[in-house]
């Protein structure tokens, strides 16, 4: 006689993960539940929409964002409209200037705006870049070591003795002083995505000594398979992590470079030119205040929401921010 | 030990000429030393020119003009200023002097308050003081310098001008012509840059110490101590703090090169004639080997932090060996 096993018993010995949420899975079997198989992937945005801090960083991103994405409907006044019956005027309801005015009565509720525009499509697209970027080479240089790999780490090793906001200032200052966002990110994206690579390179230097890499090896798989389908899955914990907190990163280096004045080009508003130019008038408090508070939400958001995605994504890891 | 010093600096002098070589070429390709000459139509004549160009070997190809700016380095001293013909060393030495003030307070008032708190906060894990300290260190973190320095010019400039009283000097580094390194007057001046500075420090620091205290804390060889009776006071003391602090030897010293980025902005917000002062002022006025003079300095600074945090991490920790 055979020995009685439902199919339930055999998908619920596949699902059980130590790390994952205990689930009461032979007392769901005995009650004969229908019970649903997760994928790691299914347990990783479960423990993601758990966490409450992410969660609240995640709803203020989007309104942040948001607002900047949809600036030309969302916001009172364009970035450059005057109102010279307000020049300099503290926040007021009266006019809808709830930020106030700058010194030629412009809105500054609406500049934020169009300042978290440009702070927004900065950070995205160096995170994106720098990260695909990154994660290429990284690849490669883990997996094939050799000649690329030193190249690669001697280039990291020359960009890590100086400090990031040297280099980029000193790029910056020297392509001319009227940068568009492009001509910024590409400068950005060009120094940062070295720190991605080293990371992915090092998961790789490691995973690629695995077992299972050697028995997809043994059934004939190439090295592309091996790179892309077995081993990038296991990287992109850390990769995601690393691509959330870029954002933040490349958000406030371009807001480093836009108030030191080597950002940026006028009239496109953006948050770090937005505070240099409260400047000028220490009395006038709100100039300098407000728009600098709106640099750190985002970056408080994107940090919670990296925080998040490390627990979710790759719980053994505890990072500490550096 | 002395055989990986040794090989650690060999190793790092092709760094640094690396490093001087991208960065001469890349700023020498783009920018014009002369260019304030030629668009003075008083000054643009063609046979100066010509004759400056040859002097400074600006005719000269790359290769050339570099090890012409090397010997330079060595020989006169990281050189002229191309643009004011005056030696950079006096310039550079007297912001090396401010900018090395302002960082050691800061970073000593940070690694001494950051380990404090981070000490607490790990003993006292979720507490009402672990969560307000928490809180603090994340919003220092996300907080940009040049916005808090602004915050704080504000705020000391409105008292001023409220009270007239100087609690602290928001521009500057001395009231008076003459320069006291160790004065009332200087302390007043270099508070709030410190204050600055120490914020961003304070932040990581406190942070790490927690971590690496509660790390240690769960360690076995802590469970003994307290298994076999110690008091709880001489166990956080003498068995976990001690531990606890070689980590934060090593990010205190890696520390060193952020809080010369750091300086770049505080300085120019203060008015301080600093290296960061020094620095983004040359940048604006494109004065290129004053420029390069900066970067050595830069470089070589974080090259030797670097060494020193591991040398120091080992020194530290026996269990990690050097070969």
């Known amino acids: 006689m055979t020995e009685p096993t439902t199919p339930l018993d055999v998908r619920a010995s596949v699902v059980v993960d130590p790390m994952a949420i205990a689930v009461p899975l032979d007392l769901a079997a005995a009650e004969g539940m229908e019970l649903k198989t997760r994928s790691q992937w299914s347990y990783a945005r479960r423990r993601f929409l758990r966490h409450r801090l992410a969660m609240i960083g995640l709803v203020g991103l989007i309104i942040i964002f948001g607002a900047g994405a949809l600036a030309t409907w969302v916001s009172p006044y364009s970035f450059d409209q005057i109102d010279l019956t307000y020049v300099l005027h503290s926040p007021t309801t009266v006019g809808h200037h709830i930020f106030g005015t700058d010194e030629i009565g412009r809105d500054s509720l609406s500049r934020i705006i169009y300042g978290i525009r440009t702070s927004e499509q900065v950070g995205l697209t160096v995170a994106v870049v720098s990260t695909l970027f990154g994660l290429i080479v990284g690849a490669i240089a883990g997996y094939y070591r050799g000649w690329l790999d030193n190249v690669i780490m001697r280039i990291t090793d020359l960009i890590l003795t100086l400090p990031l906001l040297v280099v980029l200032l000193t790029v910056a200052a020297l392509l001319g002083r009227s940068s568009s966002v492009w001509t910024i990110v590409f400068i950005i994206a060009a120094f940062y995505w070295t720190g991605v690579a080293r990371i992915v390179r090092g998961v790789f230097l490691s995973l690629r000594e695995k077992e299972y890499v050697e028995a997809a090896k043994a059934v004939g798989a190439g090295d592309l398979r091996i790179m892309f389908r077995h081993i990038l899955p296991n990287t992109l914990g850390p990769v995601v992590v690393t691509a959330t907190l870029a954002v933040a990163d490349a958000i406030i280096l371009e807001s480093f470079l836009s108030f030191l004045g080597f950002g940026i080009a006028d009239p496109t508003p953006s948050l770090g030119k937005l505070v240099a130019e409260g400047q000028q008038f220490p009395q006038k408090w709100w100039i300098t205040v407000i728009p600098g508070l709106v640099l750190v939400l985002i970056v408080i958001c994107v940090n919670f929401v990296g925080d998040g995605l490390r627990d979710a994504l790759d719980p053994q890891q505890r990072r500490v921010r550096a | ?323």
Do not use: C
Not at chain 2, 67 to 89: A, E, M, R
Not at chain 2, 96 to 123: F, K, M, N, R, W
Not at chain 2, 204 to 215: G, I
């Open chain 2, 1 to 323: 030990m002395l055989t990986y010093i040794a090989r650690r600096i060999l190793y790092s002098i092709p760094v640094l000429l690396a490093t001087s070589f991208l960065s001469f070429t890349f700023i020498a390709k783009s920018s014009d030393p002369l260019a304030n000459l030629r668009a003075n139509p008083r000054d643009n004549n063609p046979t100066v020119l010509h004759h400056l160009a040859h002097v400074y070997h600006l005719d000269q190809s790359l290769p050339v003009r570099y090890w012409y700016w090397l010997q330079d380095v060595f020989v006169h001293k990281l050189g002229v200023s191309l643009l004011t013909s005056q030696p950079i060393w006096p310039d550079i030495s007297v912001a090396i002097e401010h900018t090395l003030q302002i960082i050691l307070l800061a970073q000593v008032i940070a690694l001494v308050l950051g380990v404090a708190v981070g000490i607490y906060s790990a003993i006292r894990q979720y507490s009402p003081f672990d969560y307000a300290m928490t809180s603090v260190s994340f919003l220092g973190y996300a907080m940009p310098t040049f916005w808090l320095a602004l915050i704080l010019q504000i705020l000391f400039v409105d008292i001023y001008l409220k009270w007239h009283v100087r609690v602290f000097y928001t521009s500057g580094l001395n009231s008076g012509v003459t320069s006291s390194t160790w004065s009332i007057d200087r302390l007043q001046h270099i508070a709030l840059p410190v204050v600055t500075l120490t914020v961003v420090s304070f932040a990581l620091y406190s942070r790490y110490m927690r971590a690496t205290m509660l790390d240690v804390i769960n360690s076995d060889y802590v469970r003994t101590a307290r298994a076999k009776g110690l008091p709880e006071r001489l166990v956080i003391f003498r068995h976990v703090v001690r531990n606890a602090l070689i980590p934060i030897v090593t990010v205190s010293a890696l520390q060193f090169g952020a809080l010369l980025g750091g300086a770049i902005v505080t300085e120019s917000i203060f008015q301080l004639n600093g290296m960061g002062y020094f620095f983004i002022t040359r940048l604006q006025t494109n004065d290129v080997y004053s420029v390069m003079a900066y970067v050595m300095i830069v470089a070589i600074t974080v090259i030797i932090f670097n060494l020193l945090a591991d040398i120091l991490y080992g020194y530290l920790d026996p269990r990690i060996r050097y070969d």
